[in-house]
């Protein structure tokens, strides 16, 4: 049976354009509110999406947008919202260009296990102007794939540092760790040295999930071996259907079942009752800062016709995850007032949670520790 379609939430703090910020009802600190992020994990929640997805960016000049240039390191917003929400998952952006993989098996690890069982790392390239704030300015772009699969290769193999019933810590007998169930990585490789293990035992869902982000062939290459999700750009939708196929074509010739990969789309809906409410928050939204044009969303119009477009989607095999992030500061209520309930008419979205560990929601397979099988 075809999986339910899966909804995440990009939060963006002000908003990923320039004027949003100048909407009356958006906060101008929105992207390092707490009390904003807390609100809206609550509403994601709510509409019982699967995610909360935050996207990041590692170097900035005064010309990007407001959100970029005020904003919370993810991880560690993550472990707050962890504490506010129960089932919806958390996934937090890294590059592996400039983090150190032993810290990020940690960080994700540690959220992971806050969570119970609800973190997702989001592990991408970034483009080459951050190495020089991670002093890696000797660097270039022709490093960045092989020193991701590098990253990526160490990540997994810290995760399985301990086996699912390493830990006895029986009291009685004064036994804490069985050391059997318990390895070391020693990993060489060209950019990183690793010996491990990792100071942290595995989670509920075995795991973090690993999304990753990006479109080249080295990225498809290396999303089909090493993810459980790849987020892709499309400009359209035939577009996204050749991708979705391409991808999941190289993911079953890893031998995996592509029905254990989800294809992952970002849209921006401006969602209205009827149409012309969907004109008019177009409208105000342009009007706050006239110099800055925004196209209009491919999701746009009254709540039928984005209901029926994301079905569309769905069907044809061009996304399993829709990631929707906020256009206008009401993106996330119009979609999950408006939206969603035709979603679940429509049987394709479900109603409740079927899990409370992130790889339940989503239909992935529990990752067996490789010491175990
Ligand atoms: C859907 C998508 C999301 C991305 N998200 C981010 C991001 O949050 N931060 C960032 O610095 N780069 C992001 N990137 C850029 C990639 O990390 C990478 O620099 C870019 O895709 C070029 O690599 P590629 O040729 O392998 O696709 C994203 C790219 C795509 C396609």
Redesign the pocket.
């Known amino acids: 049976m075809k999986k339910q379609l899966k909804i995440g939430g990009n939060i963006d703090g002000v908003g990923w354009n320039y004027m949003g910020w100048r909407h009356p009802d958006m906060p101008a600190n929105a992207s390092e509110s707490i009390e904003y992020y807390v609100q809206k994990a609550k509403r994601l929640e709510e509409g019982k999406f699967d995610v909360i997805f935050l996207?990041?960016?590692?170097h900035i000049g005064p010309g990007m947008i407001p959100h970029y240039l005020s904003m919370f390191e993810g991880v560690t917003i993550l472990s707050a919202l962890s504490m506010v929400t129960h089932s919806i998952g958390l996934a937090a952006?890294i590059?592996t260009s400039y983090a150190d993989p032993f810290t990020v098996a940690r960080q994700m690890a540690s959220l992971d296990k806050i969570s119970n069982g609800r973190a997702a790392w989001n592990a991408?390239?970034?483009?080459p102007g951050g190495l020089a704030n991670y002093s890696r300015a000797h660097l270039s772009q022709a490093d960045l794939y092989p020193m991701k699969k590098e990253f990526l290769e160490i990540v997994e193999g810290l995760w399985d540092s301990y086996e699912d019933d390493a830990f006895i810590r029986d009291k009685a007998r004064g036994i804490f760790l069985d050391p059997e169930k318990m390895h070391p990585l020693n990993y060489r490789g060209q950019y990183f040295s690793v010996d491990g293990p990792l100071n942290i035992s595995r989670s509920r869902q075995g795991r973090p999930v690993i999304f990753q982000?990006?479109?080249?062939p080295?990225?498809m290459n290396l999303a089909s071996q090493h993810a459980d999700a790849a987020?892709?750009?499309a400009d359209n939708l035939e577009d996204a259907k050749l991708r979705s196929r391409e991808l999941k074509r190289r993911v079953e010739s890893q031998g995996r079942s592509f029905d254990d990969f989800l294809i992952t789309i970002?849209h921006n809906p401006i969602v209205g009752r009827t149409e012309k409410e969907a004109e008019e928050k177009f409208r105000e939204l342009q009007s706050l800062m006239p110099i800055y044009r925004i196209p209009k969303p491919k999701l746009f119009g009254s709540a039928e016709k984005v209901a029926d477009e994301i079905e569309r989607w769905y069907e044809a095999g061009a996304l399993d995850l829709l990631l929707i992030r906020q256009e206008h500061p009401s993106g996330f209520d119009d979609f999950i007032d408006l939206v969603v309930p035709i979603l679940q008419d429509k049987e394709i979205f479900r109603k409740e949670y079927e899990s409370d560990t992130l790889r339940g929601n989503l239909g992935l397979p529990y990752p067996h520790n490789r010491y175990s099988i």
């Open positions: 996207v990041d960016v590692s952006t590059a991408i390239t970034s483009n982000a990006g479109n080249s080295e990225f987020f892709l750009r970002a």
